[in-house]
């Protein structure tokens, strides 16, 4: 599968964003998505994930109630809202797709697909 992701770019703190991923080489609808970070220095993390149905949804304590992330099957592709965001959410962030026996995905191993990253910076 291939990932496209966009949307990255300077927000100021407390702002939002909308990143987005447009998935191509598979049946989009079949595959459990998520979306990871690696901020500079640190180990990639996994933000965000939502099964193939888009019925369940998984997210890291730090995101919790801030970002929400949600599937459109029909337009192959994941969304990750990110609302209040704060200088810590400065990273490059990746979509990646899991294999397609697995129905939910919630870490960063789980995945076997990554799209190329796009980055943004929360400015203080």
């Known amino acids: 599968v291939q990932l496209q992701a966009s949307g990255g770019g300077l927000v100021q703190a407390g702002g939002s964003l909308r990143l987005s991923c447009e998935a191509s080489?598979?049946?989009?609808?079949?595959?459990?998505m998520g979306w990871l970070r690696q901020a500079p220095g640190k180990e990639r993390e996994l933000v965000a994930s939502?099964?193939?149905?888009?019925?369940?949804?998984h997210y890291a304590d730090s995101v919790k109630d801030r970002f929400t992330i949600s599937k459109d099957n029909a337009k192959n592709t994941v969304f990750l809202q990110m609302n209040s965001l704060k200088p810590e959410d400065t990273a490059v962030y990746y979509c990646?797709?899991?294999?397609?026996?697995?129905?939910?995905?919630?870490?960063?191993?789980?995945?076997?697909?990554w799209g190329q990253g796009t980055e943004f910076t929360v400015s203080s």
């Open positions: 990646a797709a899991a294999p397609p026996h697995i129905m939910m995905a919630t870490s960063s191993a789980s995945f076997d697909s």
């Open positions: 080489g598979r049946t989009f609808s079949s595959y459990a």
């Open positions: 939502i099964s193939w149905s888009g019925g369940s949804t």
